[in-house]
Nanobody, 130 residues
Framework: QLQLVESGGGLVQPGGSLRLSCAIS????????FGWYRQARGKEREVVAC????????IYADSVKGRFTISRELNGNMVYLQMDSLKPEDTAVYYC???????????????????????WGRGTPVTISS
């Protein structure tokens, strides 16, 4: 079982940067893929980025490619989301999630917002506004 705790959210002006952190505790994080998701008010939750277990390959939503970077530090049990060139449309609550690998299922599918994740954090709010 894993516990995930997000931090680093806040209010930033457009064009600014934020770094979100997800602290992982529990048994066996190396068996999980990790992802960042977000949910804006009145909208459905969407995937932002995922990092694959093992080789650490990354997946990004088209809306954040080139601006956001997901990384992991499994020795320290952390996953990060570096967010640059922030836009007002990035405003949302950001969640960290973990999905144990399912052999035969692509990471792209497991990363999708529609695929059930095993564990979720409680979220950290991000507001982009001048």
């Amino acid at each position: 079982q894993l516990q995930l705790v997000e931090s680093g959210g806040g209010l930033v002006q457009p064009g600014g940067s934020l770094r979100l952190s997800c602290a992982i505790s529990g048994v066996g994080p190396k068996y999980y893929h990790f992802g960042w998701y977000r949910q804006a008010r009145g909208k459905e939750r969407e995937v932002v980025a995922c990092v694959k277990r093992g080789d650490g390959d990354t997946i990004y939503a088209d809306s954040v490619k080139g601006r956001f970077t997901i990384s992991r530090e499994l020795n320290g049990n952390m996953v990060y989301l570096q967010m640059d060139s922030l836009k007002p449309e990035d405003t949302a609550v950001y969640y960290c999630a973990a999905r144990r690998d399912i052999p035969g299922t692509t990471v792209q599918r497991m990363c999708s917002a529609a695929f059930p994740q095993d564990y979720w954090g409680r979220g950290t709010p991000v507001t982009i506004s001048s």
